[in-house]
């Protein structure tokens, strides 16, 4: 069974880069076909898709996030990662990270449980 879990700083300040890390098990982050994504839920807000990494090491951003998004990944630790810089207090929520077979929300079919990230001063 593969299972995700998120770690990083639950407060982060304005103007700094938030970094966030996924710890997978169960698979290898390097088997084809697993994707894997980043998903944050601002409060009160519906889910947004932040960006994805395949199995390969390729990336896709949200257009609306990939100026300051950056997705990478440790296969040594079988661990992808996100920084996400210039936060602003709109960039509270919390996040996910998730894995699948395949491309797309649909895909994603095993999530972490999330942690919580306020912007904050």
């Known amino acids: 069974q593969v299972q995700l879990q998120e770690s990083g700083p639950g407060l982060v300040k304005p103007s700094q880069t938030l970094s966030l890390t996924c710890t997978v098990s169960?698979?290898?982050?390097?088997?084809?076909?697993?994707?894997w994504s980043w998903i944050r839920q601002p409060p009160g807000k519906g889910l947004e898709w932040i960006g994805y990494?395949?199995?390969?090491?390729?990336?896709y951003h949200s257009p609306s996030l990939k100026s300051r998004t950056s997705i990478s990944r440790d296969t040594s630790k079988n661990q992808f990662t996100l920084q996400l810089s210039s936060v602003t207090p709109e960039d509270t929520a919390v996040y996910y990270c998730?894995?699948?077979?395949?491309?797309?929300?649909?895909?994603?079919?095993?999530w972490g449980q999330g942690t919580q990230v306020t912007v904050s001063s």
């Open positions: 169960g698979a290898s982050i390097t088997t084809n076909p697993y994707w």
């Open positions: 990494t395949n199995f390969g090491g390729s990336t």
């Open positions: 998730a894995g699948g077979m395949g491309y797309g929300p649909a895909s994603m079919t095993n």
